[in-house]
């Protein structure tokens, strides 16, 4: 990657020559990403229904650091390529394990950039970590933005193929983006993840606010499954469960942990 041949005819982005691109990108090889793994509560039931894979940076000065402190430039230099397909790999073993020793069935949900998806090989690279590590195609969600599906246009064939195996495709931050509005009904997805903002305004004295009300009407509509991101509180979970809304993620219900510390009783009473 640092061969100067490359760099001067343009094959390597010339950000990757600073200090902190070099790190970040030793930091990837040498297996210092680790994930993080948030509840998804299913509120009808208050039953576990998945969790959300999410990186962090093991670094070994600074400690655990959150993707916005590196994914930017991982996204800026073209290494969140790398860290991606490091990250899905690590999820599907980490959770097919997980489910193996538990006897729990939760499906895992894993982020992909819009670089990833741009790549040919993309479906190929998520169906070789699902055969390697055994995980069952319908126990992995694709969470892709609003924006990147706006974005790349050969987006749609990939996503139909990995929907063909079983994968299911969420849109994620709905509401924030590009709006996928006009062609909802056409996008190869099954998921709408309701974004935090969104779920910020149902506040007590009320139940769910109109818009809120509109997005799961409109998903109902079309057959889509709907999670509610960032609930931090119960008159929300009551509130979103009680407007039909099927699922949440949220510091109310738990943060983001390993995945021996998901409690699945825990997670049954938090929305009981
Ligand atoms: P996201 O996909 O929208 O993930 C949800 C973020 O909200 C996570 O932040 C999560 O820890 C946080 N969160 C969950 N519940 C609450 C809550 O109740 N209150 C608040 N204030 N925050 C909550 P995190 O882990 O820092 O990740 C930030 C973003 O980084 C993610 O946003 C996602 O866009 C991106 N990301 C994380 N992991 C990956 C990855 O493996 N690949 C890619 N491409 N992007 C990733
Ligand atoms: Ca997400
Ligand atoms: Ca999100
Ligand atoms: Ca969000």
């Given at each position: 990657?640092?061969?100067?041949?490359?760099?001067?005819?343009?094959?390597?982005?010339?950000?990757?020559?600073?200090?902190e691109a070099e790190e970040l990108l030793r930091a990837i090889t040498d297996g210092?990403?680790?994930?993080?793994?948030?509840?998804?509560?299913?509120?009808?039931?208050?039953?576990?229904?998945?969790?959300?894979?999410?990186?962090?940076?093991?670094?070994?000065?600074?400690?655990?650091?959150?993707?916005?402190?590196?994914?930017?430039?991982?996204?800026?230099?073209?290494?969140?390529?790398?860290?991606?397909?490091?990250?899905?790999?690590?999820?599907?073993?980490?959770?097919?394990?997980?489910?193996?020793?538990?006897?729990?069935?939760?499906?895992?949900?894993?982020?992909?950039?819009?670089?990833?998806?741009?790549?040919?090989?993309?479906?190929?690279?998520?169906?070789?970590?699902?055969?390697?590590?055994?995980?069952a195609p319908s126990d992995l969600v694709l969470e892709v933005t609003e924006t990147?599906?706006?974005?790349?246009?050969?987006?749609?064939?990939?996503?139909?193929?990995?929907?063909?195996?079983?994968?299911?495709?969420?849109?994620?931050?709905?509401?924030?983006?590009?709006?996928?509005?006009?062609?909802?009904?056409?996008?190869?997805?099954?998921?709408?993840?309701?974004?935090?903002?969104?779920?910020?305004?149902?506040?007590?004295?009320?139940?769910?606010?109109?818009?809120?009300?509109?997005?799961?009407?409109?998903?109902?509509?079309?057959?889509?499954?709907?999670?509610?991101?960032?609930?931090?509180?119960?008159?929300?979970?009551?509130?979103?469960?009680?407007?039909?809304?099927?699922?949440?993620?949220?510091?109310?219900?738990?943060?983001?942990?390993?995945?021996?510390?998901?409690?699945?009783?825990?997670?049954?009473?938090?929305?009981?």
């Open positions: 990657l640092y061969d100067a041949k490359r760099r001067r005819r343009g094959l390597v982005p010339a950000s990757l020559d600073t200090p210092e990403l680790v994930v993080r793994y948030q509840p998804v509560v299913e509120l009808r039931t208050g039953r576990l229904a998945g969790v959300e894979a999410l990186v962090r940076w093991q670094h070994p000065e600074r400690g655990l650091l959150a993707p916005d402190t590196f994914l930017p430039l991982a996204e800026a230099t073209g290494v969140v390529d790398l860290l991606g397909a490091r990250v899905l790999r690590a999820a599907c073993h980490e959770v097919k394990a997980w489910q193996d020793r538990t006897g729990c069935r939760a499906s895992v949900a894993v982020n992909v950039s819009g670089a990833e998806l741009a790549s040919a090989a993309y479906p190929a690279r998520v169906l070789r970590a699902l055969d390697d590590s055994g995980l990147a599906f706006m974005d790349v246009p050969t987006m749609d064939a990939s996503l139909s193929t990995l929907r063909r195996s079983g994968v299911r495709i969420a849109v994620d931050d709905f509401g924030t983006g590009w709006s996928t509005l006009s062609r909802l009904d056409q996008l190869p997805v099954d998921v709408l993840k309701l974004d935090k903002s969104f779920v910020d305004r149902v506040v007590p004295g009320a139940g769910c606010t109109p818009v809120v009300d509109a997005v799961l009407a409109l998903a109902r509509a079309l057959d889509l499954e709907v999670v509610a991101e960032g609930v931090e509180s119960a008159h929300q979970v009551t509130a979103l469960r009680d407007a039909g809304c099927d699922t949440a993620q949220g510091y109310h219900l738990q943060r983001p942990v390993r995945l021996e510390e998901v409690d699945v009783s825990r997670a049954v009473h938090a929305a009981a």
